[in-house]
């Protein structure tokens, strides 16, 4: 009896799809950046702010990923931004045939920028390609230093790691060793851009928003 690895399969599958997705944004000139995090880091707060506060510079577009619900897709929707809503029925990352179909129902030639917000696991979503230009993982003071340590793959294939609620550790209400994170982080991917962050208050976020217009002109530049 032939044995069938179906993680494989599925993985091989995927990739199908991944590869597809990212001719697609290629020949569009498009960047598209998967952001992944742990559940209440702040994904949805960040995205919400960006795109309020780049709106008359970039057109942003967004893919919701959620278990279950639309609460953070109705979230950028008061953004007036275009979004469209994947839940996964249980699922713990959202596949590249998801974002495939996604693509098709967003103004794509319209926008600069697409965002993907992963379902919140800093685990599954690692290991599965969506044809993004980049990931970008998002991690709250709340959360604790050790988790670069801990889930070392997403931090080892993001081009920028976000530490996001800074405002609390100014207001000593969490205990975190923020050097202790980014030389962890830095330990598995030595080019990683680290960004202090604060989404509620801002502090940070031009940092932020600045990467995001320099990665958009170079992507551009790179893809003609």
């Known amino acids: 009896m032939k044995k069938i690895d179906m993680g494989k399969k599925i993985l091989n599958e995927n990739e199908k799809y991944a590869i597809k997705n990212s001719l697609f944004l290629a020949e569009r000139k498009k960047l598209c950046l998967n952001m992944i995090s742990s559940p209440g880091s702040g994904k949805t707060t960040i995205l919400a702010r960006t795109i309020n506060e780049l709106k008359d510079k970039i057109k942003?577009?967004?893919?919701?990923?959620?278990i279950q619900t639309d609460i953070d897709a109705e979230k950028i929707r008061?953004?007036?931004?275009p979004?469209?809503?994947?839940?996964t029925e249980g699922a713990c990352h959202l596949s590249a045939a998801q974002i495939s179909a996604a693509l098709e129902k967003l103004p794509v030639e319209n926008l600069d920028l697409i965002f993907i917000e992963n379902v919140g696991n800093l685990v599954c979503p690692s290991a599965f390609e969506l044809g993004e230009s980049?990931?970008?993982?998002?991690?709250?003071v709340a959360e604790g230093d050790d988790k670069p340590a801990k889930y070392?793959?997403?931090f080892a294939k993001s081009k920028v790691l976000l530490i996001n609620k800074v405002d609390l550790l100014d207001r000593g209400q969490v205990d975190f060793d923020i050097?202790?994170?980014k030389a962890d982080a830095r330990k598995l991917n030595k080019t990683?851009?680290?960004?202090?962050?604060?989404?509620r208050t801002g502090v940070g976020m031009?940092?932020?928003?600045?990467?995001?217009?320099k990665s958009i002109e170079k992507n551009t530049i790179y893809s003609k």
């Open 60 to 66: 942003i577009g967004v893919i919701e990923g959620d």
């Open 78 to 81: 008061a953004t007036e931004a």
């Open 83 to 87: 979004v469209v809503q994947i839940n």
């Open 134 to 140: 980049g990931k970008i993982v998002v991690l709250s």
């Open 152 to 154: 070392p793959a997403i």
């Open 179 to 181: 050097e202790r994170a």
């Open 192 to 199: 990683i851009k680290i960004l202090p962050i604060s989404a």
């Open 206 to 213: 031009t940092h932020w928003y600045d990467w995001l217009l």
